[in-house]
Nanobody, 114 residues
Framework: QVKLVESGGGLVQAGGSLRLSCAAS????????MGWYRQAPGKQRELVAA?????RTNYADSVKGRFTIARDRNTVYLHMNSLKPEDTAVYYC??????????WGQGTQVTVSS
């Protein structure tokens, strides 16, 4: 089992920056991918940034050039710059292990005021 704990969310003004962190614990040697998703009120959960099987990174079109994902061992970060009100959502950390089991964090709220 893998446990994911996010931190770093909060309230920020438009144009500001935040850094989200997600720390993995448990059977962490089995993790082969970690990424970020988000869910805004009334909308479906969507991909924000995640690695592909080919070693690249997929970013949502709406965040390209503003968000950057980075991983350091058991922690994955999401650096968010030039935040917009439409980035307001609950951000979820996601991990997949070598047998393709998926894990989710509890989510962290990001609110961008205009």
């Amino acid at each position: 089992q893998v446990k994911l704990v996010e931190s770093g969310g909060g309230l920020v003004q438009a144009g500001g920056s935040l850094r989200l962190s997600c720390a993995a614990s448990g059977v962490i040697f089995s993790i082969n991918a970690m990424g970020w998703y988000r869910q805004a009120p009334g909308k479906q959960r969507e991909l924000v940034a995640a690695p592909t099987s080919g070693g690249r990174t997929n970013y949502a079109d709406s965040v390209k050039g503003r968000f950057t994902i980075a991983r350091d061992r058991n922690t994955v970060y999401l650096h968010m710059n030039s935040l917009k009100p439409e980035d307001t959502a609950v951000y979820y950390c996601h991990a997949r292990d070598v047998v393709h089991s998926e894990y989710w964090g509890q989510g962290t709220q990001v609110t961008v005021s205009s």
